[in-house]
């Protein structure tokens, strides 16, 4: 005991003496020492600082809109209406930590596009802002809905505007929002209201003018696609070919096959086999970049690739009804109607617009490259491979002789004469594909060989109007085919053409001031 004593008066005694050396280092040697000597001016003790105490950072808190199911094991599952926080927000999978549902205290990767700011707009559940009055009919005529189901989207023909969309016994009644200026809203002058969710609140208990109460929100049933396969894949999207299962053949076509399949056992994509020799890894790498960046609903989304050994395989997303060209021809007649058509022209176009907007050229647009979805949603696929195919397979695949592949029907004189791909020349594909839709996957210039069709294009000539195609329709076509490829139409002109051919002026609003 005595010894520990002993032992602790030294340690402190050193300690105290180590102190001593300390002060009497001389200036000269405080470099040496790396010791700052601060001069002691005050006396007194300094007070000591509470620092504050930092004010709880209000949490950020996220409402899913959509159910979400895990595709990683970095991911996280979650139903529709669960609340997630944000820990990390990166650009298109955020890390968050789920509060409530499914997800309660559980952390992952979840896709930013599936979640909105819990106090906001875009969480009311009747709030369907980029849906057209085309899309807001065929949502809240499909069975989910009843009568009275209702949303209020964005008015097309008047950017600022919204439309409330209501099921009033099977049709679909759309009543225009008007907006105060001091920032109220009303559907009949009698009545005002300072927020939407005001106006929602009073026409669900009361008709008052709608010929119907509003009732349950229209069902929000499909969710968006999500932006890449997972985190994981946005930068690194080579992926291991053994992560991809192929499930069943869904088709050739000249450079390879596609199947269905299954990526990590979790996830439905589409692969595309390329036959070995088709194109080099390297030239399909550098384009497929770009192809990746190009992110648009009407655009079929390039989600990984796998390179490192033939064939290659190109993942993208899956659409359930195949090819426009297989889709016309089955349902030839029996579903589609002219609206339809025009509505499926209008969804390339919208596509198309965006690949203008961003200085892209597809290069071989026809139906047989645009792929359909559930409830006719159709997407633009295949936009710049037809580049890297033509590094490829040589110039004269491209040439504008019979019997080669090249798509003469579908291509435009100056790219078959002068290799002049723009985006005129894909407006010229645009007209054949019209054709293609309002003859239901008929051949274009049905009498005629390729051969013919050049020669007979250099003469002036063109397809004249089919059967049963409106001549307004036929004009569109026409304009799309003119010689000078400036006098074209461009995609943006040609997808409101499209989208207002039906569109019912502002008089079509049903009235709610009848009372
Ligand atoms: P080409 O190669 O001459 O342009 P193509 O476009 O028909 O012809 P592919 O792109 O290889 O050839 O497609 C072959 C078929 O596979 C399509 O007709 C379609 O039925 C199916 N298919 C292609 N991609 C998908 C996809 N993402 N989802 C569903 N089916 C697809």
Known sequence: MGDLRERFIMCCQNTFSCFKERETVPPSDIKKYDIEVIPNVHTEPPARVIPPIPAEKPKCVYLALYDYMARTDDDLSFHAGDKLEPINKSEDWWYVRGITGISANKQGYVPANYVVPVKSLDAEPWYFPETKRLDAEKMLLSDENQNGSFLIRNCESQTGELSLSVLDNSKVKHYKIKKLDNGGYFLSKSQNFSTLRELVEHYTNNDDGLYIHLRE????????????????????????????????????????EVFEGIWNDTTAVAVKTLKPGTM?????????????????????????VCTMEEPIYIITELMSNGSLLEYLKKDRGACLRLPTQVELG????????????????????AARNVLVGENNVCKVADFGLARVFQKDTGENVYEAKE???????????EAMHENKFTIKSDVWSFGILLYEIVTFGQMPYPTLTNYQVVQKLQTGYRMSCPLSCPKYLYEIMCDCWREVPADRPTFETLQWELEDFFEPDVSSYDDASRY
Not at 403 to 408: D, Q, R, S
């Open 217 to 256: 929100p229209c069902k929000k049933t499909i969710a968006p696609e999500t932006n890449g396969l997972s985190y994981n894949t946005v930068d690194q999207w080579e992926i291991p070919r053994t992560s991809v299962k192929l499930l069943r053949k869904l088709g050739a076509g000249q450079f390879g």
């Open 280 to 304: 080099d890894a390297k030239d399909f790498l550098q384009e497929a970049q770009i192809m990746k960046r190009l992110r648009h609903p009407k655009l079929i989304q390039l989600y990984a």
């Open 403 to 413: 019997g080669t592949k090249f798509p003469v029907k579908w291509t435009a004189p």
């Open 346 to 365: 209008s969804q390339v176009a919208a596509g198309m617009a965006y690949l203008e907007l961003q200085n892209y050229i597809h290069r071989d647009l």
